[in-house]
């Protein structure tokens, strides 16, 4: 399969992009978790709702059943990168 040069760009941007919030979430920097609100507001809530029901994104709790879930930032970047990537190709 041979890549253009547009879309070697955004796979690399996409991987840069990446790297950088692992580095930041490895430091202290950015939270490596995101609360539901959280996600829904950066994901938008149908797209999330949708990953979670493909068992694309796994949400970890806790506690009990009643604990709030929380989404690994990396996991759902890397989806929605992913899933953009595959519109652009």
């Known amino acids: 399969m041979?890549?253009?040069a547009?879309?070697?760009?955004?796979?690399l941007k996409d991987a840069?992009?990446?790297g950088a919030k692992v580095a930041l979430s490895k430091t202290g920097q950015l939270k490596?978790?995101?609360n539901k609100s959280e996600a829904f507001r950066i994901y938008g809530r149908k797209n999330?709702?949708?990953w979670l029901s493909l068992g694309l994104v796994t949400p970890r709790?806790?506690?009990t059943h009643s604990a709030a879930w929380r989404i690994e930032r990396i996991e759902i970047e890397a989806i929605r990168k992913s899933l953009d990537a595959m519109l652009h190709f």
Not at 6 to 11: A, D, F, P, S
Request: proline share 5%; hydrophobic share 50%.
């Open 2 to 4: 041979l890549l253009s």
């Open 6 to 11: 547009h879309q070697l760009k955004v796979l």
């Open 16 to 18: 840069a992009e990446l």
């Open 32 to 34: 490596p978790f995101l």
């Open 48 to 50: 999330v709702e949708h």
């Open 61 to 63: 709790k806790d506690g």
